[in-house]
């Protein structure tokens, strides 16, 4: 079984900065890619930025120059460093990890999600 625990969210003013952590356990054999993705409430959930386990990275416009995700590998650990944050940042947010499992295949795994709230 996979646990992936989600911590670091919570209220922070307009401007201000959240780190968002992530560890996965159970049956990890080969992590293919980690990322964070956020639903807003009344939104569709989005993909906010992604790691592989090589270290390439990809960002939703919206949070290009803000955001910064990391990943230590021996940990099976990712982290979403959130600056400058703005209300439209306020989602939960979800902790997604991707497993290959064969050649052909692969295995999607959540968090339970972590609030994040900016508001003044």
């Known amino acids: 079984q996979v646990q992936l625990v989600e911590s670091g969210g919570g209220l922070v003013q307009p401007g201000g900065s959240l780190r968002l952590s992530c560890a996965a356990s159970?049956?990890?054999?080969?992590?293919?890619?980690m990322g964070w993705y956020r639903q807003a409430p009344g939104n569709e959930r989005e993909l906010a930025a992604v790691?592989?386990?090589?270290?390439?990275?990809n960002y939703a416009d919206s949070v290009k120059g803000r955001f910064t995700i990391s990943r230590d590998n021996a940990k099976n650990t990712v982290y979403l460093q959130m600056n400058s944050l703005k209300p439209e940042d306020t989602a939960v947010y979800y902790c997604?990890?991707?497993?290959?499992?064969?050649?052909?295949?692969?295995?999607?795994?959540w968090g339970q999600g972590t609030q994040v709230t900016v508001s003044s």
């Open positions: 997604k990890l991707e497993q290959t499992i064969s050649s052909k295949a692969t295995m999607e795994s």
């Open positions: 159970g049956s990890i054999f080969s992590i293919y890619a």
């Open positions: 790691i592989s386990s090589g270290g390439s990275t």
